[in-house]
């Protein structure tokens, strides 16, 4: 939304924001970075960084505007509360690496008042800056400053760089929001504090801390400081979550009756119950391969493992795993998922589904809903997962929802007799999800015949339906939590969460 926001409002007014990202005291006197002098303006609009407002009338630094571009100025003071690391040498010029946010809040530091008592900066006044002609590399990257549209500046012994999108998103990976009234927004990134919502009372939202190990408790009026739950109040917390957590599964689950599937093997065919599931010759022949590749390993052969789902008298889910190349240690033994409906002694594949199911819902009209949450970190050893959801009529058809709504994963966020909520998820990295959220990055309601209803677009971070039926969001990286029921919003710096 942010960056939207930016290609938006601010490249259509020509605003441009730049950023100085070090003060050069040692090394760039006035000779070295002058490329040719031209005069800039302080800007006339509000700017907050971090929810720190910028005091440009009493800035030692202020905030200029040259050909309509808005200039930033960060000092070394700057660069250190923001995260970067800055070197400066007669040879090499400036280097500007990216690290981990500091949690530290912004201070400004303040010029010398006239002597008559008057503000230091005025914004009638013009100032003479320069085009910097040192070396500057950015993240590893050398800025050839005379090709680039938005020349680096100088000015004071102060860097200026161009906060263009290829900067503020790409290099220093910085959100931009600009407002008529408010002015201009950034945020940098954040030291994180929350992780996901995870419980809910009457007054209350429960957060997982970023360290999966403690718990903050957030006011649904999003009006106040979060606090921390002592280990006694984490203990009781977990207890009536996992207490919730088992009922409803155990409703989903037909009260709980799974069980492990007796299956039989019959050469390379195999049974449920003598009703003949699929053939597992495709499977033989690929774990040979493993040991035509390793000749040196003992093949130990195939292993297949079932779990059943009773949905009726007659009628059950049945989801088989085949492991191959069993020398290859957990979690890291090749598998594959198959997901069948047996039905009066028929078996059909559930197309789409290569999963075990996590939770199966059955429904007053004989469908059933099949569940795989999305993972939270994606890995080598997991990759191959995704959040999917399927629904299965009574005649055994099915439809997979990822597919009806265009995502690559789909997080089920609550069920009723009248359908779903679902938030579809678009982007995955290895390691994580990214949470820059897009178009396909929204909130649906989906009724029983697979109709679909988008709520909300571009949600970006981890969604929750508390009691009340109201949707929150909780953005990690910014540390925030959106009601969108409600259209409130609150982002908590790091440097508050710090104390």
């Known amino acids: 939304m ?89 040879e090499n010029g400036l280097s500007v690496h990216l690290t981990n946010p ?23 006044k013009a100032y003479k800056v320069n085009k910097a002609t040192f070396p500057v ?19 004071g012994g102060i860097t200026y760089f161009p906060l263009t999108w290829q900067f503020a998103h790409d290099e220093f990976d910085w959100s931009l929001a600009w407002s008529e009234q408010k002015g201009l927004s950034i945020v940098t990134p954040q030291v994180k504090y929350f992780s996901h919502l995870i419980f809910d009372d009457k007054d209350s939202l429960y957060a997982a801390a970023a360290n999966y190990q403690d718990i903050y408790k957030i006011s649904k009026s999003l009006d106040r400081l979060p606090t921390l739950l002592t280990s006694k109040e984490g203990e009781q917390l977990t207890k009536m979550r996992l207490d919730k957590e088992n009922k409803e599964t155990g409703k989903a689950w037909n009260e709980g009756a799974i069980e492990a599937a007796q299956l039989e093997r019959r050469g390379e065919l195999l049974y449920y119950q003598g009703v003949e599931l699929f053939s597992l010759k495709p499977y033989i022949e690929e774990n040979e391969s493993y040991y035509i590749n390793d000749p040196k390993e003992i093949n130990q052969g195939i292993e297949v493992r079932g779990t059943v789902y009773p949905l009726s008298e007659h009628k059950a889910l049945v989801a088989i795993t085949i492991y191959i190349g069993l020398y290859i240690p957990a979690p890291y033994t090749p598998n594959s998922h198959v997901l069948l409906l047996v039905n009066v002694g028929k078996a ?32 080598a050893s997991n990759h191959w997962r995704r959040g999917k959801t399927a629904l299965i009529d009574s005649r055994g058809q099915s439809l997979m929802l990822h597919e009806k709504l265009g995502s690559e994963e789909i997080k089920v966020l609550s069920a009723d007799d009248k359908g779903l ?24 309601r989906v009724s029983m015949d697979m109709k679909a209803s988008k709520l909300y677009a571009n949600v970006k971070g981890q969604a929750y339906v508390d009691q009340a039926g109201h949707i929150y969001v909780m953005d990690e990286r910014t540390n925030g939590v959106t009601d969108l029921s409600r259209e409130l919003n609150k982002v908590w710096w790091d440097y508050e969460l710090a104390k």
Not at 3 to 10: C, D, H, R, V
Not at 102 to 124: D, M
């Open 2 to 90: 942010v960056s939207n926001l930016l290609k938006g409002s601010l490249l259509v007014r020509c605003i441009v924001v730049l950023l100085v990202l070090t003060l050069i005291p040692i090394g760039a006197s006035t000779a070295s970075a002058s490329g040719g002098a031209v005069t800039a303006r302080i800007v006339s609009y509000p700017v907050t960084i971090n929810g720190v407002t910028v005091d440009n009338l009493k800035a030692r630094y202020p905030l200029l505007q040259y050909k309509d571009i808005t200039y930033f100025p960060m000092t070394w003071e700057y660069a250190d509360t923001l995260g970067f690391i800055t070197s400066w040498s007669q």
């Open 102 to 124: 500091k949690g530290k809040k912004l201070v400004q530091s303040n010029a010398t008042k006239t002597t008559s008592g008057a503000a230091a900066n005025s914004k009638n």
């Open 137 to 155: 590399n950015i993240n590893g990257r050398a800025i050839q400053n005379a090709k680039e549209p938005y020349p680096l500046l100088a000015m």
């Open 348 to 379: 059909a594949v559930i197309p789409g589904y290569d999963q075990a199911p996590e939770r199966i819902i059955t429904n007053s009209d004989g469908s059933v809903w099949v569940m795989t949450e999305p993972l939270d970190e994606i890995l």
């Open 421 to 444: 909520l679902v938030k579809t998820i678009s982007r995955f990295e290895i390691g994580g999800i990214d949470s820059k959220a897009s178009e396909k990055d929204s909130i649906y």
